[in-house]
């Protein structure tokens, strides 16, 4: 089945302990990209990677961090979480061209107190 | 700054009512979608829509893109139970992979 995993679905933290929410896709998708949903203020783009080390800023870039070693994985590193990051998490995948649609994961709900 | 404006936020209407919602922008989009999202799942899209005027019907639902490309909208007509969902616009006003979105419209089909 195509689809787009993410792990976890949620998670409690502590401010300043380090974690990564993980990102899989089995469709051979070249673009990825993750997105924060909060109340009010809709989607909103943090990273996003055109291909294998490829990756480029969102409009929400600031305390995260991104990599693209292989083209399925494409994990959110939060070095230093705070917050103002509890937040609902997606991940997406798509093919060229840009107006194919994107493929969500389930979302993780990540809380930090 | 939120490129996407939708608008209603919030809709809420009886089985068998019609409803619009509206995404409009002051920027040029190439390409529109409109996604559907679920209480504890991601969007999942509806329909691309690509050229200016360009209409598409997905059986009740029925989708407008302007003809300048700045805005679309999304009509239900006869809403069902089914229909309640948050209801977002995205697209990429410049360079491909800023895929943008609006921030949604609640809609809530009551039987």
């Known amino acids: 089945e195509a689809q787009v995993t993410q792990n976890p679905r949620y998670l409690i933290t502590v401010t300043g302990k380090k974690l990564t929410v993980t990102c899989s896709q089995n469709?051979?998708?070249?673009?990825m990209s993750w997105y924060r949903q909060d109340p009010g203020l809709g989607l909103r783009q943090i990273y996003y990677?055109?291909?294998?080390?490829?990756?480029d800023k969102g409009d929400v870039p600031e305390g995260y961090k991104v990599s693209r070693k292989e083209k399925r994985n494409f994990p959110l590193i939060l070095e230093s979480p705070s917050p103002n990051q509890t937040s609902l998490y997606f991940c997406a995948s798509g093919t060229q061209p840009y107006n194919s649609p994107l493929h969500f994961g389930n979302g993780t709900r990540l809380t930090v107190t | 700054t939120q490129l996407l404006e939708q608008s209603p936020q919030f809709l809420s209407i009886q089985e068998g009512e019609n409803l619009t919602v509206y995404c409009n922008s002051s920027?040029?989009?190439?390409?529109l979608q409109w996604y559907r999202q679920e209480p504890g799942e991601g969007p999942v899209l509806l329909v691309t829509?690509?050229?200016?005027?360009e209409v598409k019907k997905l059986k009740r639902l029925t989708f407008q893109f302007g003809d300048a490309r700045k805005d679309s909208s999304l009509h239900i007509t006869a809403a069902q139970p089914g229909d309640t969902g948050l209801y977002l616009c995205?697209?990429?006003?410049?360079?491909?992979?800023?895929?943008?979105f609006g921030a949604g419209t609640q809609v809530v089909v009551t039987p």
């Open positions: 995205a697209g990429e006003p410049d360079s491909w992979g800023k895929f943008q």
């Open positions: 990677s055109m291909n294998v080390e490829v990756t």
């Open positions: 920027s040029v989009f190439s390409s």
């Open positions: 829509v690509v050229t200016g005027g």
């Open positions: 469709m051979n998708h070249e673009y």
